[in-house]
């Protein structure tokens, strides 16, 4: 029976929700692009994003998607022919290993443990033996969207200074940032790589990078520049137009604007805790749920699963019906396996606007329809969440 009308919700891993704040901002008339109002905005835009990763570093930002904002970072700062150590845990960083290689550089990829986070003492080992330095930036994800993990970034920076390894370090948050804690310049990252549309309540569209100051002593150096991309033509101080390295994403910075709002009010602290909150709850229920044969988690380590997203292995059960079931019966999307996991799980994002109907319905639907699938089920994972949202409401 399809029992869809009403409201779809979305919990995929991202694009996320957007609040209808950030809507309503983005309805607006074409503003003079050149000087006034708008220009106001996407300064202040620029000023606030540096607080946003806790850096004093410079903020870029840029009309694109995630993988604009992974070139960005590259070609501002690697010549053709250097080398880079890229610490795989999932899909992501291969993906912009893939760029790397593509835009000149020579790549070497250090997988993490299967199911499991990015190993530190690996990276510290690996390191300690490229004795004559040929290493010049390390790629990390601190959220894999595809496996859920998350990567310990402070643990294999510290990695990377006790090995004497002088390498730029380059983080993507682009899953983690408005999620998960994340502090650049105390962790001591060179490049932070994000983009709108998850914990930033924004569209798809816009991708920024955050540079610290040895990221812009690169800079100079770098010969895969390209004109788009350029730092010091996003600099310069010639005109705003040049910033976005032409017509501005004029949408998107009244609703960036609208969603850094909305991030101060909560508070970047509060917004870290209710996703715990919220990733504690789907955790239970998938604690739940599992039985021989059905779900489990992919991340192993509890400590490394991440607050924003979670993958689902599915045992027996069909996961791609699964999904199907949910969006086209009940209006759920859930984000379907990626890569080699395709077929085999499911993920459920927990990240940016989101609170407990928001969840729990999502998590009831996801136990309607494993019901529904006569899937092997363990004990209500819906209760379980609400047990865990209903402590935090106590709190
Ligand atoms: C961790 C991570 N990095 C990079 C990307 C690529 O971003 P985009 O699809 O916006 O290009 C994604 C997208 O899901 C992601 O989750």
């Given at each position: ?12 891993p991202g694009p996320s929700v957007i609040p209808d704040r950030v809507l ?101 080992e690996r390191l300690r033996a490229d004795k004559n330095h040929t290493i ?191 969006e086209n019966q009940a209006g759920l999307i859930l984000g379907v396996g ?58």
């Amino acid at each position: 029976m399809n029992l869809n009308r009403g409201r779809m919700l979305t919990s995929m891993p991202g694009p996320s929700v957007i609040p209808d704040r950030v809507l309503s901002a983005m309805h607006t008339s074409m503003p003079n692009i050149y000087e006034g109002a708008l220009l106001e905005t996407s300064m202040s835009i620029l000023d606030e994003l540096p607080s946003i990763v806790r850096t004093s570093g410079h903020a870029f930002m840029a009309i694109s998607n995630g993988h604009g904002a992974w070139e960005m970072a590259l070609t501002n700062t690697l010549s053709r022919g250097d080398t880079v150590l890229v610490l795989e845990s999932g899909r992501f960083a291969v993906g912009w290993c893939e760029q790397a290689k593509v835009l000149g550089a020579q790549v070497e990829v250090l997988n993490a443990p299967e199911r499991g986070p990015i190993d530190p003492d690996a990276v510290e080992e690996r390191l300690r033996a490229d004795k004559n330095h040929t290493i010049n930036a390390i790629l990390a994800v601190q959220v894999d969207t595809a496996s859920g993990v998350w990567n310990d970034i402070a643990a294999i920076s510290r990695a990377i200074k006790a090995a004497g390894h002088p390498a730029l370090f380059m983080a993507d948050c682009i899953a983690s940032i408005g999620c998960v804690e994340y502090l650049m310049d105390e962790w001591d990252v060179d490049v932070t790589v994000g983009g709108s549309q998850k914990g930033l309540m924004v569209p798809p569209g816009l991708g920024m990078v955050w540079a610290n100051d040895r990221a812009m002593a690169a800079h100079k150096r770098a010969d895969m520049r390209t004109p788009y991309w350029d730092w010091t033509a996003r600099m310069s101080k010639e005109g705003h137009y040049k910033r976005y390295c032409g017509t501005s994403p004029v949408q998107h910075i009244y609703a960036m604007r609208a969603a850094l709002d909305m991030i101060a009010e909560e508070g970047l602290e509060a917004i870290w805790q209710r996703h715990e909150v919220f990733a504690n709850a789907v955790r239970s229920a998938i604690e739940a749920w599992s039985a021989p044969g059905g779900l489990e988690f992919n991340i192993l380590d509890p400590a490394h699963r991440s607050n924003s997203t979670t993958t689902v292995l599915s045992g027996s059960i069909d996961a791609p019906r699964l999904c199907d079931i949910c969006e086209n019966q009940a209006g759920l999307i859930l984000g379907v396996g990626l890569g080699i996991l395709a077929d085999s799980s499911f993920r459920i994002g927990h990240m940016g606007h989101m609170n407990p109907p928001m969840l729990l319905g999502t998590l009831a639907t996801v136990e309607a329809a494993l019901q529904a699938m006569d899937a092997p089920m363990g004990a209500s994972g819906a209760a379980a969440a609400a047990s865990v949202i209903a402590d935090a409401l106590k709190a």
